[in-house]
């Protein structure tokens, strides 16, 4: 699923989502995205900058591309080197996909530290930020939507079902026993890792949902502090922020210790 927000300065405007296909050329995915601003009443002459993350490689060129041709901006790409205010002790951080940094920045910022994010994506991703608003890593587990295509694809008798929890754990038939194996199995495995999380966090680490299913398992659980389904559009925005260069306002004094050049 590929998520676009429009901010208007700090306030998100609106959302769009659409299919992740790596098959769409530039113009297709770029057609696609300035309608559906209209629709929404956004003019893509409006937008003026863009921030953007990507774990699916064959795609950012393709929205770099989009970004360049239908709205004639240069997009900020949220990759190694690029500023985000976080440290990072991954054993490589160059290999922490940039959704996971995109949304720990979001959360640091919205929730304060120590904070677990559990976003329900194409895959599920826990993360994890210290006391001192460290990124020390996290779990990752297919996500439900791709466990439950999984089984209908290479099981023959199991079908597609609608991801919503049944009435009873025990199912008495096949689309009810799926739909408690995938809900309440989802359920269980995310109250399960961050109970393990918070004993090597602190007891006191806030838990923010986020994604596509957040929705479905966090009424399953009592596990969550909040559930921001704009989490990582936030983080995007604060991470072009902080990429952008500092203008002093003409008069002002310089600071304590600056020199004229």
Do not use: W
């Amino acid at each position: 699923m590929v998520t676009i927000g429009v901010f208007d300065g700090e306030r998100l405007e609106t959302t769009l989502r659409v299919a992740t296909d790596t098959r769409k050329l530039a113009d297709e995915y770029g057609l696609l995205i300035t309608n559906l601003l209209r629709l929404n009443g956004v003019e893509p002459s409006r937008i003026d900058s863009i921030s953007m993350c990507s774990v699916v490689p064959p795609l950012t060129m393709v929205f770099d591309t989009v970004c360049h041709t239908y709205f004639g901006v240069q997009p900020l790409t949220v990759t190694a080197g690029v500023r985000t205010g976080l440290q990072i002790t991954y054993d490589n951080p160059r290999d922490v996909g940039s959704d996971r940094i995109v949304d720990a920045v979001a959360a640091i910022e919205l929730y304060g530290a120590p904070v677990i994010v559990v976003d329900f994506g194409t895959a599920t991703v826990f993360d994890a930020v210290s006391r001192d608003g460290v990124y020390l890593g996290g779990a990752i587990s297919p996500g439900i939507t791709v466990a439950a295509e999984a089984l209908f694809l290479n099981t023959s008798q199991l079908r597609r079902v609608e991801l919503v929890a049944p009435k009873t754990a025990i199912g008495q038939n096949t689309s009810l026993s799926l739909q408690s194996g995938l809900v309440f199995g989802y359920a269980g495995l995310v109250e399960g890792l961050v109970a393990r999380f918070k004993r090597e966090l602190g007891d006191d680490a806030r838990v923010i949902g986020t994604g596509g299913q957040a929705s479905i398992i966090s009424k399953e659980i009592d596990v969550f502090d909040e559930i921001n389904p704009d989490l990582t559009l936030i983080g995007l925005r604060l991470i072009y922020d902080m990429n952008q260069p500092r203008v002093d306002p003409p008069g002002e004094p310089l600071e304590s210790g600056a020199r004229e050049a």
